[in-house]
């Protein structure tokens, strides 16, 4: 009897075949080779690249950039994309300054007030969405224009500047100081409380998705909205609270600009959503939604933390970052709907 023989009368034949199917259907497949590939890269062409200090450098990065990844891969998956989370991270660090500034001195006040503000700003575009029946592009496109405005305006109404004014002296500062920019040192690797934050945040978004009836809900409405409303899945409801999750995770990362560095630029922001949609789609989300994975995210944005602190330690011409960065959202886009084809025809 062949060797064939014995693995088709024992399974092996048949269930090897389709383990290799499933491996190849996961959303995040690719962008795990492109992490690896890009880190081999940078470890060949950058001896710093190594170091500790530089690996601690990356992972800070990728950070700033995952923290927000994952909630817009989880809005992706379910349909939407929102183009005010840049300037909202903005919005939450400068509420936080100004309303312990003005009001309170107390910064936990701020902290708070701004949860609650980027919060209701998740709540309106969901809402508007949901109302309005508008695509999501116009809805946001006007949050993002509206919030780029009040973000310079109020802060040179009540500062007179472009920046908030210091509150490194106020009640609390110290705490949330630790809450949201602290780090810790291991052996020459320095990791900020972004990474903990990032790490947070990817373990419970990956729960949601993949173990909770919330989760079927995000794939349902993303794959047809009128098909998952048929049947029973409320989806405004959904959308909205993928929203809140957006604004949630801009107040984390508005809260770590403003207590690392004690005051915010009320222009900043803008720009940085199309990096948070491009980490999510080189980690395997679509843009027509229903399919992605937030573990891709997290590489998407890895490999974002790599390449753009890759390129200095190798001394390479930083320009052409962006076109590196082009390239990889063509690649991903592609290889993601070439794997959601194969996906969807199933075994041969």
């Known amino acids: 009897m062949s060797t064939t023989d014995l693995l088709t009368q024992d399974g092996l034949g048949q269930d090897r075949p389709a383990a290799v199917r499933r491996l190849l259907a996961r959303p995040e497949l690719g962008s795990l080779i492109a992490a690896v590939a890009v880190f081999a890269v940078f470890a060949v062409a950058a001896e710093p690249f190594l170091r500790p200090s530089s690996l601690g450098t990356v992972l800070y990065a990728a950070s700033t950039i995952g923290i927000m990844a994952v909630p817009v891969a989880l809005l992706m998956i379910g349909g939407e994309f929102d183009l005010s989370a840049g300037v909202l991270v903005t919005t939450a660090a400068l509420t936080s300054s100004m309303v312990s500034y003005q009001f309170t001195a107390v910064t936990w006040v701020g902290v708070l007030v701004s949860l609650a503000t980027t919060l209701a700003i998740g709540w309106f575009n969901g809402f508007m969405l949901g109302r309005t029946k508008l695509p999501s592009f116009i ?114 990362l508005g809260q770590h600009l403003l207590f690392s560095f004690d ?21 395997g989300c679509l843009i027509t939604g229903g399919y992605g994975s937030v573990v891709g995210s997290a590489l998407g944005a890895l490999i974002f933390g790599m390449a753009s602190k890759g390129i200095i330690y190798a001394q390479w011409n930083p320009d052409w970052f962006k076109f590196f960065l082009g390239a990889m959202l063509l690649l991903a886009a592609l290889l993601n709907a070439y794997v959601k084809r194969r996906a969807e025809r199933g075994p041969r």
């Open 139 to 252: 809805v946001t496109l006007g949050t993002f224009l509206m919030l780029t405005g009040a973000n310079l305006g109020v802060t040179k109404a009540i500062s007179g500047t472009v920046s908030t004014k210091s509150i490194s002296d106020m009640e609390g500062f110290a705490a949330c100081r630790w809450l949201f920019a602290s780090e810790v040192s291991v052996g020459g690797l320095t990791i900020k409380a972004t990474v903990w934050w990032w790490l947070g945040l990817l373990a419970v978004g990956s729960w949601v998705l993949l173990r909770t009836t919330f989760g079927n809900w995000v794939f349902a409405v993303g794959g047809d909205a009128d098909a998952a409303r048929a049947v029973g899945v409320p989806v405004a409801r959904t959308k909205t609270l993928l929203y809140l999750g957006v604004g949630f995770g801009a107040w984390v």
């Open 263 to 283: 005051t915010v630029q009320s222009g900043e922001g803008v720009g940085n959503e199309l990096i948070y949609i491009v980490a999510a789609v080189i980690g």
